[in-house]
């Protein structure tokens, strides 16, 4: 009996600790920009190594096909005409990565002027005066 009470204060104890333990853990730090470039070079290498894969795999399951007739012709079976692909294999070229374009360097600029008026208004489109 004396197990169990023991196990339950322990329990207890640990419940109770756990979240102060938490909160003493300092926020993780902000990634860099240099961090992300990295991160998102690295998501499209991962990218492109999938689509590599692919397309190994789509010629050896085409040259498993082959060996397939080829083997059933020469043992004189009847042998299923190659399905015409629905796609053939594409071959995904070597890796190429252009890091995007910071909005800055992209063209994408505010006009020079400051703004005299915000964009849009309460005003319903219906009551505003008529532009000729």
């Known amino acids: 009996m004396k197990m169990h009470l023991a196990a339950a204060v322990c329990a207890s104890v640990c419940a109770l600790a756990a979240p102060l333990a938490w909160a003493a853990l300092p926020a993780p730090p902000a990634p860099t920009p240099e961090a992300k ?5 690295a998501a499209a290498r991962t990218a492109w190594s ?3 894969e692919a397309y190994q795999l789509c010629q050896a ?5 082959a060996n397939y007739r080829a083997n059933a ?8 005409a190659a399905a015409a ?4 294999c594409a ?3 070597p890796f190429a990565y252009a890091p995007p374009q910071p909005l800055e360097g992209a063209g994408a600029h505010s006009p020079p ?8 208004s309460a005003q319903p489109a ?4 008529k532009q000729q």
């Open 37 to 41: 470039a990295k991160a998102a070079e």
């Open 73 to 80: 012709a020469s043992a004189g079976k009847p042998a299923p």
């Open 91 to 93: 071959d995904p070229g």
């Open 85 to 88: 692909a629905a796609t053939p």
């Open 113 to 120: 002027q400051t703004a005299a008026s915000p964009p849009s």
């Open 61 to 65: 399951q085409d040259r498993a096909a």
């Open 50 to 52: 999938g689509k590599v």
């Open 126 to 129: 219906a009551a505003a005066p």
